[in-house]
């Protein structure tokens, strides 16, 4: 049972409601973890700004899927996982692609997420010197160590929240 209740948009303040409203639009539903995120209008602001930005990363959409399932493995975000095995689906990543990667072992970057995740950011230099040789130069690193952390704070409000998961399931 959900620990913080998910706003609807009848609900929502003046701030939020035109927010919610864009992610239903782009999304095509109005996911619980943004209604959850909506009980803080700053912060779901500053969310939606954050993603929009790292969508204009350089990192490929299968890439980004990767990280993002590999960072929610490690942090035990059931809401998480199934949200991303839907996009990372679309993005064309197949059943088997999602299980690697949510094992850190479909390419260098959900590796690359993993530790991350794990050592909250303390990598060694042969993880680095690994990463490079793999050829995640120094800007992609530093893509990823965002997509760790903006994915990193729907995992932990999902945690704190027990966010009622409203994605299909999907074997994975």
Same mark, same amino acid.
């Given at each position: 049972?959900?620990?913080?209740?998910?706003?609807?948009?009848?609900?929502?303040?003046?701030?939020?409601?035109?927010?919610?409203?864009?992610?239903?639009?782009?999304?095509?539903?109005?996911?619980?973890?943004?209604?959850? +995120?909506?009980?803080?209008? *700053?912060? =779901?602001? #500053?969310?939606?700004?954050? $993603? &929009?930005?790292? %969508? /204009?990363?350089?990192?490929?959409?299968?890439?980004?899927?990767?990280?993002?399932?590999?960072?929610?493995?490690?942090?035990?975000?059931?809401?998480?996982?199934?949200?991303?095995? +839907?996009?990372?689906?679309? *993005?064309? =990543?197949? #059943?088997?692609?999602?299980? $690697? &990667?949510?094992? %850190? /072992?479909?390419?260098?970057?959900?590796?690359?997420?993993?530790?991350?995740?794990?050592?909250?950011?303390?990598?060694?230099?042969?993880?680095?010197?690994?990463?490079?040789?793999?050829?995640?130069?120094?800007?992609?690193?530093?893509?990823?160590?965002?997509?760790?952390?903006?994915?990193?704070?729907?995992?932990?409000?999902?945690?704190?929240?027990?966010?009622?998961?409203?994605?299909?399931?999907?074997?994975?």
């Amino acid at each position: 049972m959900t620990r913080i209740a998910p706003l609807s948009l009848e609900l929502a303040t003046d701030a939020t409601r035109p927010l919610l409203e864009g992610v239903q639009k782009k999304i095509g539903f109005l996911p619980n973890v943004f209604k959850v +995120l909506a009980h803080a209008p *700053a912060v =779901l602001a #500053s969310y939606l700004q954050n $993603s &929009a930005a790292l %969508g /204009k990363t350089s990192l490929s959409a299968k890439e980004k899927e990767a990280i993002f399932l590999a960072t929610s493995q490690v942090n035990g975000c059931d809401y998480c996982l199934a949200a991303h095995t +839907l996009f990372a689906g679309k *993005a064309g =990543l197949s #059943s088997q692609d999602i299980r $690697s &990667a949510r094992e %850190g /072992k479909l390419d260098a970057y959900a590796l690359l997420a993993q530790q991350i995740t794990e050592s909250r950011g303390h990598l060694s230099a042969g993880q680095i010197a690994a990463a490079r040789a793999a050829g995640i130069d120094d800007g992609k690193i530093v893509e990823v160590v965002a997509h760790v952390a903006s994915q990193t704070l729907t995992n932990y409000l999902n945690n704190v929240a027990l966010t009622d998961i409203d994605f299909p399931a999907i074997d994975a």
